[in-house]
């Protein structure tokens, strides 16, 4: 049996026999062998004391010494800091023989400020010296007289020099008293030393703190505002290029938690705008488009009239969409319009283009805003309209279509190496410098700049007319250069394209077409630029159109001699062949070209080209803008203040709201908007500062500024109401086109909230600015506990 024991029972044994032993000889010093002492020493833990429950009352406080002793040094700063208790009534309970009751006096308190304390609970006197530094009682008569008992022989303390308190206070220096109050003194002045101490070093801290900080806010803003890039492509510390955020950090030695506080800005922006906002009528402005990653983005521009009456488009909000189904569009727009507690009953217009998701007259996205909203109605972006009649007008003339696929080629071949680049310039320069020399052309600051060949963007064709307008400046300096490369290309290929672009390039028809193009694209073009503003109101902007119908047909009219003769003295110049006008045209190539006889070479220029052309422009013009017959349009028309208000009616203004705006005027006001706008008819017109406005943009900021929308406020109501109405998207273009800027290839894992916030606050920067780092450090310290102490 001995030999099946394990080893591990007897150590087993060994330990319980060891254990007795010490519990029969509890105490140990410094002489017990090992094999006495015991196996394990157990730790007394001790609870933490509260200091804010420490009792007041010196009869009913626990005694110094019970405390553990690692923790009185804290309770003695605690009581000291406090003072002593000093409780004062109005008449203290009596004690002593009927005959002499006697009881304690609160003028003692003025006798012995700093040690004296009282305790109602015993009506006793107590030392607060003695209590914090006195040892343990050792046995002796009134040796706890002041810190356990307390005194209340009230009979000795009258007793002159012999009272009580005097003969607990000593003359002897080292009395026991005077000794616990010197040490009380000490160390309540090194308490107040040290707190001093501590309230300076946390005061620079949260210097430090919110220094760190606002370096880190102003970074960030400055990184946002100029779409830099945050982070680097290696952040490690031994890295030599730690990224634009680290390395200006390090510049301005600060620190940390940027998208937090980039966060806090974006929401402040948006506040912002929302507080604008306030419980005006609103319109939505939408658009999509694809992220550098490859991600579908839905951006949100909130377009409003502000209290000032000025017209405002501000970028809201974009946000990532898993497909572009106009009910997915939907749920994502009212998910951010009821974030920011905004209410789609005061939605009046929606902004988007003419995709079948966006306008679909029974499951587009403006029809499920109507089904919510009946008064949010669907306006057509007109510059999207205006970029459809360019593309359709010139693809419906087939030697137009065939002139911009030539002019394309052209630009490639020139503009397609570093060298070709660089002789073009020099050219120029070259040409430049002989005009200068002969005087043909002034100097000056800004004038006589080298430019290059600017290529057209695949889906804004209004940047064709810089297109147009480049290649005629520079063409005698792009001529050169095709005939370099047809002698010197180091390719077949090269020299046969450089020579099919030079024969295109200096036959007639292109250059004919080239100036009628720049003629065309002239006109449109102001149109085009005139609806990219964010204040452009949609009265003006029909207005603009009818300008440009104008335009147009008065070139289709007067515009043929002038463009021939402008042709002709351009062919002189370059030395280009100018076929006979009389005679006849010969349609086709090659062997397939043939003869009409009864078609010359003006007939087909004038008739085929010219007024073909304008036609086509024309008649898509007409197609596509046709809100002269959307009756909200017409009756709206007649609140523009233009000609002295001419098109002023009351009644149509009235019809307007019956039919279109109930809902924003209540029966009652409707009956007094009549009388409202007789006073307005004879009033407004004859107002100094109001009666040449042009348009109702201008018109409401005037009402605002002379203080008429307080004398007029229903009218007021109105024109608002118009101005919501969107223009185009132009704004969501912008919000895209600075996407493209800041996430880019390099950038393209940026998290969808980290873009949203960057881009409200890079586009929206002049409100951002307003925003002192302060205000955004009590948002960021407000937000949650923070480890670094900032207030």
Not at 331 to 341: E, M, T
Not at 668 to 679: A, N, P, S
């Amino acid at each position: 049996m001995v030999k099946s024991s394990t080893i591990d029972a007897f150590f087993k044994r060994k330990a319980s026999q060891s254990l007795e032993s010490n519990s029969s000889s509890p105490t140990t010093n410094l002489n017990t062998s090992s094999h006495d002492r015991p196996l394990k020493v157990y730790k007394i833990e001790h609870t933490e004391v509260d200091i804010n429950s420490l009792v007041c009352d010196p009869g009913l406080r626990l005694p110094i010494w019970d405390y553990p002793i690692d923790q009185r040094d804290k309770i003695h700063r605690a009581y000291i800091k406090a003072g002593p208790y000093q409780h004062i009534l109005p008449n203290y309970p009596p004690s002593g023989p009927e005959k002499h009751r006697r009881r304690f006096q609160s003028s003692w308190f003025k006798l012995f400020p700093s040690w004296l304390e009282y305790s109602p609970s015993k009506d006793a006197a107590f030392c607060l010296s003695c209590y914090l530094f006195t040892k343990k009682p050792t046995g002796r008569p009134r040796s706890s007289a002041f810190t356990i008992e307390g005194f209340c022989n009230w009979k000795k303390v009258n007793d002159g020099e012999n009272c009580g308190f005097l003969s607990h206070v000593g003359k002897d220096p080292n009395s026991l008293h005077n000794v616990a109050e010197q040490a009380c003194k000490d160390l309540m002045s090194q308490s107040q030393h040290i707190e001093k101490i501590i309230e300076k070093q946390t005061s620079e801290q949260v210097v430090k703190n919110r220094l760190r900080l606002k370096t880190s806010i102003d970074t960030i803003r400055w990184l946002t505002f100029q779409a830099c890039a945050f982070r680097g492509h290696d952040e490690r510390p031994e890295s030599k290029n730690r990224g634009n955020f680290l390395e200006m950090i390090k510049i301005l030695a600060s620190y940390n938690e940027r998208k937090e506080k980039l966060h806090i800005l974006s929401s402040n922006v948006r506040n912002a705008i929302r507080e604008e906002i306030s419980d005006a009528k609103f319109c939505i402005i939408v658009d999509e488009a694809r992220d550098e990653s490859k991600r579908e983005q839905m951006a949100l521009v909130l377009r409003f009239v502000d209290k000032d009456g000025f017209l405002r488009e501000q970028f809201f909000d974009i946000v990532h969409i898993l497909d572009t189904v106009a009910l997915t569009l939907k749920k994502s727009i009212c998910a951010i319009i009821s974030r920011h507690c905004l209410s789609i009953q005061n939605i009046r217009g929606q902004g988007y283009d003419g995709a079948s998701n966006m306008r679909g007259e029974w499951n587009g996205l403006q029809a499920l805003f109507l089904k919510d909203c009946p008064f949010a109605y669907y306006i057509h972006c007109f510059a999207h309209r205006l970029q459809l009649v360019l593309v359709a007008a010139f693809k419906e003339v087939k030697n137009v279509y065939h002139f911009f696929t030539k002019l394309t080629t052209i630009v490639n071949i020139v503009g397609v190496s570093c060298k070709r680049h660089d002789e073009l310039q020099v050219i120029q320069a070259e040409k430049i410098a002989h005009l200068l020399a002969i005087d043909e052309i002034e100097s000056g600051r800004g004038l006589n700049q080298i430019g290059t060949l600017q290529r057209a963007g695949d889906t804004r064709w209004s940047s064709h007319f810089n297109f147009v307008c480049s290649l005629i400046k520079m063409f005698d300096a792009t001529c050169p250069i095709l005939r370099n490369i047809i002698t010197d290309g180091s390719t077949y290929s090269q020299r046969g394209d450089a020579d099919a672009a030079y024969i295109a390039m200096t036959s007639f028809e292109f250059i004919f077409i080239l100036h009628l193009m720049q003629e065309i694209m002239g006109i449109t073009d102001n149109l085009c630029q005139a609806l990219q503003s964010q204040s452009q109101d949609i009265l003006n902007a029909l207005d603009l159109v009818s300008t440009t119908k104008v335009l147009i047909q008065e070139l289709r009219e007067d515009g043929w001699d002038p463009l021939l003769e402008k042709v002709t003295s351009f062919c002189n110049q370059y030395n280009v062949d100018i076929p006979d006008m009389n005679g006849r045209y010969a349609a086709g190539r090659g062997r397939f070209r043939h003869q009409h006889d009864h078609i010359t070479m003006e007939h087909h220029y004038e008739f085929d080209i010219f007024t073909a052309t304008i036609d086509s422009q024309l008649q898509e013009l007409n197609r596509r803008f046709n809100e002269h017959t959307m009756e909200l349009l017409v009756l709206s028309s007649t609140l523009d203040p233009r000609d002295s208000y001419k098109s002023f009616r009351i009644d149509d203004i009235c019809k307007l709201i019956d039919k279109f705006y109930p809902q924003d005027f209540t029966e009652q006001e409707k009956i007094h908007l009549r009388y409202e706008l007789q006073h307005y008819e004879r009033d407004i017109p004859q107002h100094p500062e109001l009666r040449n406005m042009l348009t109702i943009s201008k018109l409401c900021q005037g009402l605002v500024k002379t203080g008429k929308s307080v004398i007029y406020p229903l009218v007021d109501r109105l024109i608002r109401l118009v101005l919501t109405l969107p223009v185009s998207t132009a704004t969501t273009e912008r919000a895209f086109s600075a996407m493209k800027i800041v996430k880019t290839r390099l950038r393209n894992k940026m998290e969808d909230e980290f873009l949203a916030d960057t881009l409200v606050v890079n586009i929206e920067k002049e409100i951002a600015e307003k925003f002192n780092a302060e205000s955004i450090i009590e948002d960021f310290y407000s937000m949650k506990e923070r480890r670094a102490q900032l207030q």
